[in-house]
């Protein structure tokens, strides 16, 4: 009797946790494509809602950067690349070529911190919180405050990129 009412208690539980699983708010996925910082590139930002709050969060950012010296976008070297003004050029990651586009950040800004990096923090930043806080942060400051408002990110365009993750927030709740 003990071990059929210990068994009866385990499958309990067992189900118990595993409809817990299927009541919990499904995920969302949303992207923007979006002009965070100034007019030669384009940033990319993805996030996961569940309900209203952000629990996954990605950024990249591409711009044409010296073929010779970086890796461009899948097809840049196939008939995608041949419609690039400057044969020179291709469209890159600047997460995947973090060590060349960081290189330049500290040649002319004395930056420390590489744009991966300071991308990752700018996604940690925002885990957790929801689609009205993000907006009152960017609503409540300006774009100087924020370059140091991210702990481990301190872009000039903080601002443009978390104004990218409310975007793509914003996309996810429409869906």
Same mark, same amino acid.
């Given at each position: 009797?003990?071990?059929t009412?210990?068994?009866?208690?385990?499958?309990?539980?067992?189900?118990?946790?595993?409809?817990?699983?299927?009541?919990?708010?499904?995920?969302?996925?949303?992207?923007?494509?979006?002009?965070?910082?100034?007019?030669?590139?384009?940033?990319?930002?993805?996030?996961?809602?569940?309900?209203?709050?952000?629990?996954g969060?990605?950024?990249?950012?591409?711009?044409?950067?010296?073929?010779?010296?970086?890796?461009?976008?899948?097809?840049?070297?196939?008939?995608?690349?041949?419609?690039?003004?400057?044969?020179?050029?291709?469209?890159?990651?600047?997460?995947?070529?973090?060590?060349?586009?960081?290189?330049?950040?500290?040649?002319?800004?004395?930056?420390?911190?590489?744009?991966?990096?300071?991308?990752?923090?700018? @996604?940690?930043? !925002?885990?957790?919180?929801?689609? &009205?806080? /993000?907006?009152a942060?960017?609503?409540?400051n $300006? %774009? @100087?405050?924020? !370059?140091d408002?991210?702990t481990? &990110?301190t /872009?000039?365009?903080?601002?443009?990129?978390? $104004? %990218?993750?409310w975007?793509?927030?914003?996309?996810?709740?429409?869906?």
């Amino acid at each position: 009797m003990k071990k059929t009412f210990i068994l009866v208690l385990v499958l309990v539980s067992v189900l118990s946790m595993s409809f817990a699983g299927f009541a919990a708010e499904s995920i969302r996925m949303g992207k923007a494509d979006w002009a965070a910082h100034g007019t030669r590139c384009f940033a990319v930002a993805v996030v996961a809602l569940q309900g209203d709050v952000i629990v996954g969060a990605y950024l990249d950012e591409y711009q044409m950067m010296p073929k010779d010296q970086t890796t461009g976008v899948p097809n840049s070297d196939k008939d995608f690349g041949n419609n690039f003004v400057d044969a020179a050029q291709n469209l890159g990651s600047k997460k995947l070529n973090s060590e060349y586009y960081s290189k330049n950040m500290a040649e002319r800004g004395g930056a420390t911190i590489t744009i991966r990096d300071n991308f990752i923090a700018l @996604e940690n930043y !925002v885990l957790g919180m929801t689609v &009205a806080e /993000l907006e009152a942060l960017l609503t409540n400051n $300006t %774009a @100087e405050q924020m !370059v140091d408002l991210v702990t481990g &990110a301190t /872009l000039v365009d903080n601002y443009g990129y978390l $104004t %990218a993750f409310w975007a793509a927030a914003k996309d996810a709740q429409s869906r």
